[in-house]
């Protein structure tokens, strides 16, 4: 082993070294339906005078270090409760990593269900924490009764769920939901990533249990190039969160630009639900195809499991055909043949569609 090797062997952190590093794939050339994003673009009017507002932004300036005017549009577009903090973040992987550093201990756990969104166990991985993994119920709901005894069981300092869920686009039920946040010990954070595609949500809640936090993105309206996410809550947990934000986490672009668009709600609301009444379309014409069963969802993406070991060619072979999706098999026992589509325009799904021979 050369010299270098022995020192990060000898340096790096074992749980570190066992890590592999969140894999993207490439998408070059290709429809991309793998990672949840809006396929739209803006209008031309509306992207000139975006372009007049970026001209003239000071970019020799470090930003506001507390983006008051972006807090202020995510109130109003989110509905936030006027008595309820915010805190920003470079996307909500960013406010995940301040939460679980503000909670971290080598005797402190994270909670979570599985599967459900990687970045929970990864970021309780960084941080040194314990992570424990709870599995849904076949059909994706929370299995209650090991949900609660595990949280008897580990004490743990912070529970996320996420809803709906990534990768499974389904609803948790609220009653059950409540149930954990009132069985908890410590923080319950609602990961909204998907709220544009439902109707439902915990913002109303805010503020009615002391343990209750929410977390929103604009990633998934039209906005994932920004990277910029929310978490609001009571000032008495927001307050000690904040501390852990680095200086100037949203920079001056993605400022302008959010409050910018944010300021144009109504073009994301109509591509919203274009994406929704095309998700309906796509999970209907995938449950007419033999041999495949699509998992219905709240969300901007489809779960589809094919017959035993077929997977990974379909993948292959939509791949082939200049289809980018997300192959889940072998990512968790309940993902078994499972590959999830993102919902792209009427033209990409039907791309998609001529495509998927299972
Ligand atoms: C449930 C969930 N939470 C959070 C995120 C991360 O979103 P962001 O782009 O804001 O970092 C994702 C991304 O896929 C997600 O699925």
Redesign the pocket.
């Known amino acids: 082993m050369g010299e270098i090797n022995k020192l990060v062997a000898r340096w790096v952190r074992p749980k570190i070294r066992q890590l592999s590093a969140y894999h993207v794939a490439d998408a070059e050339g290709l429809v991309k339906l793998d990672a949840?994003e809006n396929p739209y673009r803006w209008p031309e009017t509306l992207r000139e005078e975006w372009l007049d507002l970026l001209r003239e932004v000071e970019i020799n300036r470090y930003p506001h270090p507390q983006a008051p005017g972006v807090k202020a549009a995510l109130r109003r577009s989110m509905s936030i409760p006027e008595d309820m903090e915010l805190v920003l973040g470079n996307?909500?992987?960013e406010l995940i990593q301040m939460i679980a550093m503000t909670v971290a201990g080598p005797d402190r756990r994270v909670l979570s269900v599985e599967p459900s969104?990687v970045?929970y166990r990864m970021i309780a991985t960084f941080l040194g924490m314990e992570y424990q993994g709870v599995s849904l119920r076949p059909d994706f709901s929370l299995d209650m009764d090991t949900l609660l005894s595990e949280i008897e069981r580990t004490q743990p300092a912070l529970i996320f769920l996420?809803y709906p869920n990534?990768p499974t686009g389904n609803l948790f039920r609220q009653e059950e939901m409540v149930e954990v946040v009132e069985s908890a010990p410590g923080l319950v954070v609602i990961?909204e990533?998907y709220a544009p595609f439902t109707d439902v949500s915990f913002i109303p809640r805010l503020g009615r249990y002391d343990n209750l936090l929410v977390m929103r993105?604009v990633?998934k309206m039209g906005l994932?190039g920004l990277?910029l996410?929310l978490l609001a809550g009571p000032a008495a947990w927001l307050n000690e969160i904040e501390k852990t934000r680095l200086p100037y986490n949203i920079n001056v672009l993605t400022q302008i630009s959010a409050e910018f668009s944010l300021s144009h709600q109504s073009v994301f609301d109509s591509q919203t639900a274009a994406i929704r009444q095309a998700r309906d379309q796509l999970f209907k014409q995938l449950q007419q195809i033999p041999g495949v069963k699509p998992f219905a969802s709240q969300a901007n993406f489809i779960l589809v499991r094919l017959a035993p070991a077929r997977a990974g060619k379909i993948f292959d072979e939509l791949r082939q055909c200049g289809i980018l999706v997300k192959n889940l098999d072998g990512s968790h026992p309940l993902l078994a043949d499972c590959l999830r589509v993102t919902v792209g325009t009427p033209e990409e799904n039907a791309a998609f569609l001529a495509a998927f021979k299972p």
């Open positions: 949840m996307g909500s992987d969104f970045m996420a990534n990961d990533a993105t990633s994932a990277r996410g």
